[in-house]
């Protein structure tokens, strides 16, 4: 159980495009999905929070005009880059969990998007 | 914000030794203490959690070590294999049930 889906697995694109990524809750309900940047050989760095129905929190130093996430039901969170530049270049990984805030439950992790702006 | 340390940042074991990999954090409110394995190119996997009213926990040849009062928590794995060769991350909580990734530790076992 825990399942969750994220797509694309790989994109490569121009500089200037919006790339949209997919996370999904395959077998349960996601009040709650984190969406985090991995840079190589580094750490992961949570970007955003975001629950079903309101406003992403974003963190301190991530710009939420270029980074727009919606999440519109609970098993469904979109992570858009928007006129990505080679900088946006990563690894990006989304979670969910279960439960909402104040909650201490597991985050299950999607397999992460690899994104390469040339 | 939570200030999370981990050490060592890389670990080499024959296989069969154990391993040690330790924790350190400082929010207090912290009561959620996971351990992810991550495999290169891949997500982290969840291989253990602890939470703030336990102590120990053990899984089979993995555990997990709670200090509450010192603010660390480690992780040991026994009877290391080739295939626990990874990148370990423990990622206590916050408020509103938010992860704070340390550093990161890449394990090596030689065969």
């Known amino acids: 159980g825990a399942v969750v889906s994220q797509h694309p697995s790989w994109v490569i694109c121009k500089s200037g495009t919006s790339v949209k990524i997919e996370c999904r809750s395959l077998d349960f309900q996601a009040t709650t999905m984190f969406w985090y940047r991995q840079f190589p050989k580094q750490s992961l760095m949570l970007m955003a929070t975001s629950n079903e129905g309101s406003k992403a929190t974003y963190e301190q130093g991530v710009e939420k005009d270029k980074f727009l996430i919606n999440h519109a039901s609970l098993t469904l969170s979109t992570l858009t880059v928007t006129s990505a530049h080679p900088e946006d270049s990563s690894f990006y990984i989304c979670s969910a969990s279960a439960l909402g805030w104040g909650d201490s439950q597991p985050q299950h992790f999607g397999d992460g998007t690899r994104l390469s702006i040339l | 914000g939570e200030n999370v340390e981990q050490h060592p940042s890389t670990l080499s074991v024959q296989e069969g030794d154990s391993a040690v990999i330790k924790c350190t954090y400082s929010?207090?409110?912290?009561?959620?203490f996971p351990w992810y394995k991550q495999e290169l190119g891949k997500r982290p996997q969840l291989i253990i959690d602890i939470r703030s009213n336990v102590g120990e926990k053990k899984d089979q040849r993995i555990a997990v070590t709670l200090n509450k009062t010192a603010k660390h928590f480690s992780l040991h794995i026994t009877e290391t294999q080739p295939e626990d060769s990874a990148v370990y991350f423990c990622?206590?909580?916050?408020?509103?049930?938010?992860?704070?990734f340390g550093g990161g530790t890449r394990l090596m076992v030689k065969p």
């Open positions: 990622a206590p909580n916050n408020a509103g049930n938010m992860l704070t």
């Open positions: 929010d207090s409110a912290s009561n959620y």
